[in-house]
């Protein structure tokens, strides 16, 4: 973990530096607000990265004597193939297209079928071939 703190305390401090600089040279609220916010966000990062690594035993990866062997076994569960993110991101873009052209009764439709898909990709895992 403090090699990924490392990583994005050196990225904060990099925008940290940009983020003035920028704004001298261009003068532009948009991109300097954003420069900013991406610094405070690295830093967030950094420090809940750098804060977890001290509390937690070093991985063997973090270790100078770190062996590869260590690291084997079993790393989680990892999802085989869905189809209900397909079926939810087709239903979000009838509602968006119903919105779009000012048909609610399209949008309702897109919600009421993108309710179903959303609670059959939350609960895909607990019925069929795949239940645990």
Known sequence: MKSEAWI?????IFFALVS???????????????LVMTTLLATMVALYLGMHASRTDPRP????????????GELGFF????????WCGLTLAVCVYG??????WLFIIGVVVGTVALIGWIF???????AH
């Open 8 to 12: 994005f305390a050196i990225c904060a």
């Open 20 to 34: 003035p600089a920028y704004w001298l040279i261009s003068e532009d609220w948009t991109g300097t607000s954003a």
């Open 61 to 72: 990866e973090d270790r100078k004597d770190g062996e590869i062997a260590e690291g084997a």
């Open 79 to 86: 999802p085989p193939y869905s189809w209900w993110p397909l």
């Open 99 to 104: 919105l779009a052209i000012g048909a609610w």
């Open 124 to 130: 895909e895992y607990y019925r069929g071939v795949h």
